[in-house]
């Protein structure tokens, strides 16, 4: 299975700032997803990450909220812009392999909005 | 969309003790795994079983995807499997490669 380094591992910020979170990868990977878990809650997928293009975003999530960039095959960012006390939460970069089916989790971020 | 619901919510066993998890689906999906996400928050891929039995040490699962159910079996407990777990799918038509997660199970493992 690939290494997943997500960074930062948690941060407090305040209202109305950004934070771009990093997840590096230790080897090409096809498929790279952002998911946001709420306090108490199940995971929910942001969006698809599409190395060299737009990313893919689900349902109730915007880029203007969270700008994700994908240069290559290995890397990924997700910003949460604009951050608000209900964005406090744990964001999770998972990544797969085309054919192989099954996905992996960095260790997150945990995310505090004051 | 297609509903992803786990039972039981909670679970509290005495280590050694032997449980079943379930996760229902309401649609026909042709990728479903299983995670477990320790105390710690990491999430760990436990089985990757879209239809089938397979097993790993005390843990094991089973998915019958026509009746649209999964099974996870955990036996001989302890308390390093304290955690929740999740079990997730693709759904078979349109679902691309984004895996839906459930809703948990809140399993606590005592001495």
């Known amino acids: 299975s690939a290494v997943i380094s997500q960074k930062p591992s948690r941060d407090i910020c305040q209202r109305g700032t950004s934070l771009t979170i990093q997840c590096q990868v230790d080897s090409q990977v096809t498929m790279m997803f952002w998911y946001r878990q709420q306090p108490g809650q199940s995971l929910t997928l942001i969006a698809t990450a599409n190395q060299g293009s737009e990313a893919t975003y689900e349902s109730g999530f915007v880029i203007d909220k969270f700008p994700i960039s994908r240069p290559n095959l290995t890397f990924s960012t997700l910003t949460v812009s604009n951050m608000s006390p209900e964005d406090s939460s744990i964001y999770l970069c998972?990544?797969?392999?085309?054919?192989?089916?099954?996905?992996?989790f960095g260790s997150g971020t945990q995310l505090s909005v004051l | 969309g297609i509903q992803v619901e786990q039972s039981p919510p909670d679970l509290i066993l005495q280590e050694g003790a032997n449980s079943t998890l379930r996760c229902n689906f309401s649609?026909?999906?042709?990728?479903l795994q299983w995670f477990h996400q320790n105390p710690w928050g990491q999430l760990i891929n436990l089985f990757y079983?879209?239809?089938g039995t397979k097993q790993n040490g005390r843990l094991s699962a089973t998915t019958v995807a026509t009746e649209r159910y999964s099974l996870l079996y955990i036996s001989s407990s302890q308390t390093t499997d304290s955690g929740v777990y999740f079990c997730a799918v693709v759904i078979l038509t349109g679902g691309g490669n984004k895996l839906t997660f459930g809703t948990g199970t809140q399993l606590k493992v005592e001495l």
């Open positions: 079983i879209p239809s």
């Open positions: 649609d026909s999906v042709n990728n």
């Open positions: 998972s990544v797969g392999t085309t054919g192989s089916g099954k996905l992996f």
